[in-house]
């Protein structure tokens, strides 16, 4: 059985790893509501553009653009969306497993023939994805994107995916992250970003019901293919957005989870040591009462 020396070391230290965890808890919540409201003001500029997008495909006209052109799938490029630190629970474990499943699921369907380049933000999905290099998995370097990266990065990285499409060095773009829905609820998903699914670009019969016929200067297919990257720069600041508040979700989540289990353990050591102490207490006294003592 411990001393009581020993359990009042073991009670300090548990009181005050309960106090580091409850501190950042509270500032993991704050983060987290910080990028949530960053998640609200994108949806804004993305649905006017789902609006613009809606009117033009209301329309009679016929539209073209490489970004929904649906090629030959020869090289997928894979874009992974982690963190850059840990004491997020499973979170990057999750979404390392996802990568896994989502290029086994690639591979079967295409029948194996077939060449991956993985995109990986945030540290820890980049220590995981060097493990993966080999013939047909190559992990692209870019030092500029990282979990807490900013518009200005996220607005570059777009172009950068746009030029590779266009450019056919990869024939198929899928986000990797994780969609956030509050902060005790958060789904691992994947999302096809090119080519664009002409299923993700909106109802164009709710426009025509909506919305009065619209003159388009120069012509439509010029704003189309003017808008269309605007679509995807907002679907992936939007995508960026909620996986940093997935991180911090998840990490107030193991926070509580570590607060409340360094509460319990303290009761318990408080408890041993009471019962220790009360068990001196009635040995001193039952030798007072025998005459023991000198």
Request: charged fraction near 25%.
């Amino acid at each position: 059985m411990a001393s009581m020396r020993e359990l009042k070391g073991r009670i300090g230290s548990v009181a005050s790893s309960e106090k580091i965890t409850g501190a950042m808890k509270m500032i993991s919540s704050a983060k987290m509501h910080k990028t949530e409201l960053a998640v609200r003001r994108v949806r804004p500029f993305r649905n006017q553009i789902q609006n613009t997008i809606n009117n033009l495909l209301a329309s009679d006209g016929e539209y073209e653009s490489l970004l929904t052109e649906k090629r030959a799938v020869k090289r997928v490029a894979l874009v992974v969306l982690g963190s850059d630190e840990g004491l997020c629970g499973a979170f990057n474990i999750n979404i390392s497993k996802l990568l896994l499943e989502t290029i086994r699921s690639i591979k079967e369907s295409s029948g194996g023939d077939i060449s991956f380049v993985i995109y990986p933000v945030g540290k820890k999905i980049v220590v995981f994805t060097e493990k993966l290099k080999g013939d047909d998995i190559e992990v692209a370097d870019i030092p500029y994107m990282t979990a807490k990266s900013v518009p200005s990065d996220v607005s570059r990285f777009c172009k950068e995916l746009i030029e590779s499409f266009e450019k056919q060095d990869v024939d198929r773009v899928v986000l990797i992250y994780t969609h956030f829905i509050s902060i005790s609820k958060q789904v691992f998903t994947s999302l096809d970003f090119l080519p664009i699914e002409a299923s993700n670009l909106g109802n164009p019969e709710e426009a025509k019901v909506k919305n009065k016929p619209y003159i388009f200067e120069p012509d439509g297919n010029t704003i189309y293919n003017t808008v269309l990257p605007l679509y995807l720069l907002a679907t992936l600041q939007e995508v960026v957005s909620e996986s940093q508040a997935s991180e911090q979700a998840s990490r107030v989540m193991a926070m509580q989870s570590a607060n409340d289990n360094a509460h319990k353990l303290l009761e318990e050591l408080q408890l041993e040591y009471n019962k220790l102490r009360q068990q001196s207490i009635t040995t001193e006294l039952l030798d007072i009462l025998g005459g023991k003592v000198e």
